[in-house]
């Protein structure tokens, strides 16, 4: 089908199908409808696309995207910094936050352990936590600092939940894992917010 279709036409479906969870068909389908909606809907998508590398950065305290620096969670004043949930990427945090059980901070890894896609402890963020917390723990009057783990229950997640926990040992922190009422294989931003409330409300340390 997508041969059929004008080359400026088939170049947005090529692009859009490179997306992760966007086949050749939806990506038609999405590509067709950006086209018969006003030239100022596509010129506002391509702007915001377009720019998004230009407005976007990491944030030097938790490592999520955000377009200041500290990030907006960060750098709030009524957040519990001495609670620290630990996720695989940015996606996670917008769950979790929308389930409104959590008042702590978080932590980005950028991804899980996979060494069969090369990626290990060195490709995750987890050097960033270890300091993280030695700086926490350097601070005046600081009591007792708990470390979510809150990877996905899938056998790369589950691998660096147990990595981390390792690593955690010797730390002085309380380290606990997200509770899981989500299914096993199933990745947490796709969980309703229900369910991840009562995730993290059931916590238990390990």
Not at 184 to 204: C, E, V
Request: hydrophobic share 40%.
């Amino acid at each position: 089908m997508a041969s059929t279709l004008p080359a400026p036409l088939k170049r947005v479906c090529d692009n859009l199908s490179r997306l992760p969870g966007i086949g050749q068909k939806t990506a038609v389908r999405l590509a067709l409808s950006i086209l018969r909606g006003p030239d100022t809907m596509a010129k506002e998508l391509g702007d915001s696309i377009a720019t998004l590398h230009s407005n976007i950065r990491l944030c030097s305290i938790c490592h999520t995207f955000s377009e200041k620096d500290p990030c907006s969670i960060c750098d709030d004043p009524r957040r519990d910094n001495s609670i620290i949930c630990v996720v695989e990427d940015p996606g996670d945090i917008v769950a979790i936050e929308t389930s409104g059980g959590f008042k702590g901070v978080f932590h980005v890894l950028h991804g899980a352990l996979s060494p069969m896609d090369g990626i290990g402890p060195n490709e995750l963020k987890i050097d960033g936590l270890l300091n993280r917390i030695d700086r926490l723990k350097e601070g005046a009057n600081q009591g007792e600092i708990e470390i979510i783990i809150a990877t996905s229950s899938t056998a790369q997640g589950e691998a660096t939940a147990s990595y981390l926990f390792d690593v955690l040992k010797g730390k002085g922190v309380k380290v606990s894992r997200i509770a899981f009422g989500i299914p096993m294989g199933m990745d947490i931003k796709y969980a309703d917010p229900m369910t991840l409330k009562m995730a993290i409300s059931s916590r238990s340390e390990l």
